[in-house]
């Protein structure tokens, strides 16, 4: 036998048939094979590829109309039509044959598109076709954006389709999408791929990979990735996955990836706009200027660090009852002296302006002490102020209107205005205090209310509210407001002064809103994580448990694997495209935990892969506090119970004792990395599964 394999070697040789060392084939010339996505394309171009002898042409047909495989003149190219549902455009096509043939793909497959006719996408597919049957290795055409991927596009969006090949175009050229569960591009590319760090990305479609870096990812990978696009003919995700080829493929060596001129042009004329894409980091200020505030000045400067403030300016404006030793030596706080009296955009401007920009703040609110902006929906003001300035053409600033806040009743000023003063004017105030982006600011423009910009001005987006309370109790109004003008106009007859007919005519009780009480009352009530944890049954929907609980049941315990943090527990990491993470993290989960917590900044920790773990008998886990996996984020771990047949507790070290917990099926428990120890007792009968994911501030 041996002898007659040398032989045969021998006769291969003489053959010409050699090692392919580049393309890691042992033997003979690698099979390539073509993969096109058509849609209502002719196919005819196909013939100028006769030449390159591809070993088998994969027709995925997304019409109603049967096609035939064309004639090749090399008569050894095979050819097969696959019928298949018209969804998720060229990007579907692709994964779906990677998951359909993961056991048996060719050497190296090219993907294209039907429509690689086009005149742009024609000498793109040449080059790609060319390249591969010279290396006999992967292929991709990449343009480099210098920065990682996800933060160059990072607000890439696409709501629409723009069909660009004629046979296809439909609805003047445009058709809405099914929208990414993950948006903006850039949260859904660090969703998806949280570990992969690299700054070119994929256009068009075209490209040819070898089955090696293909099976570098697991069918089940390449499945989750095929379930985002699954459903409907247009999906925006297609064009997420458009740009992450390399992501999906990696890690692939420099070698296989290319920037041809044409494909470097073509991206280049508008690189103008990606650049514009690109996520700028927000730095967010609250300036205000005050004057005798020491009843509300620290509560107005906690309020806006709770808020997410980045730094919060005062302006004095000549106070003499020492409001501002109330705030000296805060963190993130600057008070500066502005005494000129009654030009209080002229001390924005000459004081705050030159202050700001040596900061480095690009983002700036102008708010009164008596000026309460807040986020109404599980987002600080900081996240909200992201959202609206990372936006690709984002404006150049966002009004608020007031709500006009009265009296409640109080005659002594209380402790706190936030939790105190709930009744107000039924309807909106047409006054506006506004959020702006400072680089559009014209010289001399930032003022009180709306100050004068380069670009748009918008109402803010639901979500943002702006509480005034200009006159709050009796005691303050007749000690602070009654004696002074305000800080454009002063005192200078009864017609502009502040007396108790001006109380009475904005002393405000048409219908009560508690919305900043019950957020303040939350945050005050919030656990001391250290020496405590979260415990709350029933977290999910019936629905929701149900569609994760049957996620989980499928996973069989052979895909799992011994757990190294527990004594006999298995696990199984649940891949990040899967989408069953969108309802393990859904938008009303996130919500009560927000309101359980008290801390509006929890956010899914993407980074940290949620884990599927079952503890059987035998299993146990001992004392410990959960370790902080990510250095940069405090970490949050999050516990629910799926199954629990056990007789096994889940015990919390707490500072008046121990406390047992039998966790029911739909209860999820919180803890603070570094924070309270706790423990799980050694299951002695049944069995216990539950999920672990972790968020993050």
């Not at 990372?390 to 005659?411: A, D, E, I």
């Not at 069989?556 to 004594?567: G, L, R, T």
């Not at 008046?656 to 120890?677: C, D, F, Q, Y």
Request: glycine share 6%.
């Amino acid at each position: 036998m041996l002898a007659k394999a040398r032989k045969s070697r021998k006769k291969a040789m003489r053959r010409g048939v050699t090692r392919r060392q580049r393309g890691g084939f042992l033997w003979g010339t690698p099979k390539i094979d073509l993969v096109l996505s058509r849609y209502k394309e002719k196919l005819d171009w196909i013939h100028a590829y006769d030449r390159y002898k591809i070993h088998k042409v994969h027709i995925y047909n997304k019409s109603e109309t049967p096609i035939q495989c064309p004639t090749f003149k090399d008569s050894n190219t095979e050819c097969e039509v696959h019928t298949i549902e018209n969804v998720g455009v060229c990007d579907h096509t692709y994964l779906y044959h990677i998951v359909k043939n993961y056991h048996k793909l060719a050497d190296i497959t090219v993907f294209a598109p039907g429509s690689s006719d086009i005149e742009y996408k024609k000498p793109i597919l040449d080059f790609t076709l060319e390249k591969t049957f010279t290396t006999k290795n992967t292929v991709l055409n990449t343009y480099d954006f210098k920065v990682e991927v996800g933060d160059a596009m990072y607000n890439f969006l696409m709501p629409t389709y723009p069909t660009k090949h004629l046979a296809n175009r439909e609805e003047e050229g445009r058709a809405p999408q099914k929208l990414a569960e993950i948006r903006p591009f850039g949260a859904w590319y660090h969703a998806n791929f949280p570990d992969v760090h690299v700054t070119k990305s994929t256009f068009f479609g075209i490209m040819a990979v070898s089955k090696k870096h293909i099976l570098q990812r697991s069918r089940a990978f390449y499945r989750g990735l095929l379930n985002q696009v699954n459903t409907e003919k247009f999906h925006e995700t297609s064009h997420f996955m458009e740009r992450s080829w390399q992501a999906i493929f990696q890690p692939l060596p420099d070698a296989c990836l290319y920037t041809s001129m044409l494909f470097d042009l073509k991206i280049g004329k508008d690189q103008g706009a990606y650049m514009i894409m690109r996520r700028p980091k927000i730095k967010f200020a609250v300036m205000g200027i005050f004057k005798n505030e020491s009843m509300g000045i620290r509560e107005w400067v906690d309020h806006y660090l709770w808020q997410g403030a980045d730094e919060i300016l005062l302006l004095d404006n000549g106070s003499t009852d020492g409001g501002a030793g109330r705030v000296a030596g805060m963190k993130n706080v600057t008070v500066l002296p502005a005494p000129k009296q009654h030009v209080q955009s002229q001390n924005y401007n000459e004081v705050g302006y030159p202050w700001l920009k040596k900061a480095g703040v690009n983002v700036l609110t102008i708010l009164d002490i008596d000026e309460y902006m807040f986020g109404t929906d599980g987002k600080n003001l900081k996240q909200h102020v992201t959202d609206i300035f990372t936006m690709f053409m984002h404006p150049s600033q966002v009004s608020c209107k007031w709500s006009m806040f009265g009296s409640s009743g109080y005659v002594k000023q209380p402790k706190s205005i936030r939790t105190s003063f709930t009744w107000k004017k039924r309807d909106l105030d047409t006054n506006v205090k506004s959020i702006m982006w400072l680089d559009d600011v014209q010289p001399g423009g930032l003022d009180l209310h709306s100050s004068v910009v380069k670009g748009a001005t918008v109402e803010s987006p639901p979500g943002i509210q702006l509480n005034h309370y200009t006159i709050q109790s009796k005691e303050y109004f007749e000690k602070v407001k009654m004696h002074r003008g305000d800080a454009t106009t002063p005192i200078t007859s009864d017609l502009n002064r502040r007396d108790w007919a001006y109380f009475n005519r904005y002393d405000y009780h048409e219908v009560e809103d508690a919305s900043l009480k019950n957020l303040v009352l939350l945050k005050t009530n919030a656990p001391d994580f250290d020496t405590q944890a979260v415990y709350k049954k029933n977290i999910y929907t019936k629905e929701e448990f149900d569609k994760i609980f049957a996620y989980t049941s499928s996973i069989h315990e052979n895909e799992m694997k011994d757990d190294v943090k527990a004594s006999g527990r298995l696990m199984y990491e649940i891949p990040s495209t899967n989408n069953i993470l969108h309802t393990i993290y859904n938008a009303s989960l996130m919500k009560k935990i927000h309101r359980m917590t008290g801390n509006m900044n929890l956010k899914p920790c993407y980074k940290v892969p949620v884990e599927y773990r079952k503890y059987v008998v035998g299993s146990s886990m001992d004392w410990h506090t959960d370790t902080q996996i990510l250095p940069e984020q405090q970490q949050f771990e999050c516990v629910v119970t799926l199954t629990n047949t056990s007789d096994s507790k889940t015990v919390m070290e707490y500072t008046g004792g121990k406390k047992e917990l039998h966790t029911p099926p739909n209860s999820l428990l919180i803890v603070r990395a570094n924070g309270i120890r706790h423990m799980v007792t050694k299951v002695k009968k049944g069995e216990r599964t539950i999920l672990k994911f972790v968020l993050c501030e």
